[in-house]
């Protein structure tokens, strides 16, 4: 790809499709459990990204070993299956808004884990960083307007957030070595194919599975959950995959965590949420807190 700024553009696009994402999400979560909504767009994105396979002719099997595979299936299990739930109710507690100031915590944890965990450098101005983060998170939750989330429901919503990403960066860090030398492409659909399997085990054997698998009955909430689904975990990976393809990985993440100023003026045009002054001073600081972790 020869045009000018090629990964930068893919990048803002993918924080602009993720945030577009979260938006169907949380229309999504009005209607449907988390796990549902989970396993819903496992299962679609496992389809669409086997389709892509195919097309290109590529083989889903790699020669790799089995402690590759080991390692995929475990951090589909964590990253995905619990992860992503967690972060599903997280959004329904408190909305796209304060879950895009939380979500700004991956970045740092990635660092501080492989730091902690593969002896990755860690510098001043990141650990700054990182402190910069979780005081956007305090500051965006001090003073709440009238009518708006329950207290209880913000710090539980917040506390489910925070270990979602936690969970989420851990299942990531753990594989870090493998996608060094192994297609993204690859990595992404065996950890998505892993949580298809297991959450359609414990679908079958859940006294409620009925009321799990209603998210699969063709409804008028398709129109969000589809979407959500497709950008999110589809054109979201690809355009991602192509920001750190065709720029350096530090400005592409960067420039992806943009995504935090979108969803929060998408959550306020299309879900009414309110953008407070709280959240406005969260946003900064997080985005600031962001660069500096990610090119300090």
Request: overall charge positive; some cysteine.
């Amino acid at each position: 790809m020869n045009i000018p700024y090629s990964g930068e553009i893919l990048s803002l696009i993918c924080a602009i499709i993720w945030a577009t994402a979260i938006i169907f999400f949380k229309k999504s979560g009005e209607f449907t459990s988390p796990f549902s909504l989970n396993f819903f767009k496992n299962v679609i994105c496992s389809g669409l990204f086997l389709l892509t396979f195919l097309i290109m002719g590529r083989t889903l099997l790699l020669p790799a070993p089995i402690e590759d595979y080991f390692l995929l299936i475990i951090s589909g299990i964590i990253g995905v299956v619990i992860a992503d739930t967690l972060f599903f109710k997280a959004l329904n507690l408190i909305g796209a808004g304060f879950l895009a100031i939380v979500d700004c915590l991956y970045t740092p944890v990635v660092i501080v884990l492989t730091f902690l965990f593969l002896g990755e450098y860690l510098s001043y101005i990141q650990l700054l960083g990182a402190l910069l983060i979780i005081s956007a998170i305090l500051v965006s939750s001090l003073q709440l307007p009238k009518n708006s989330i329950p207290r209880k429901n913000l710090f539980l919503g917040m506390f489910l957030g925070s270990l979602s990403i936690t969970i989420m960066a851990i299942s990531i860090v753990m594989i870090k070595p493998l996608l060094n030398r192994a297609p993204i492409l690859w990595v992404t659909e065996i950890r998505l194919i892993t949580a298809s399997i297991v959450m359609g085990i414990i679908v079958l054997f859940h006294p409620k599975r009925k009321g799990l698998l209603s998210a699969f009955r063709p409804s008028k909430n398709w129109k969000y959950m589809l979407p959500g689904a497709i950008l999110g975990n589809y054109f979201a990976m690809i355009t991602w995959m192509g920001g750190i393809k065709y720029t350096y990985a530090s400005i592409a993440t960067a420039i992806n965590q943009t995504s935090v100023i979108f969803v929060l003026i998408f959550a306020a045009i299309f879900l009414k949420e309110k953008f407070t002054s709280q959240k406005f001073i969260g946003m900064i600081m997080a985005f600031s807190g962001v660069l500096m972790v990610t090119l300090g």
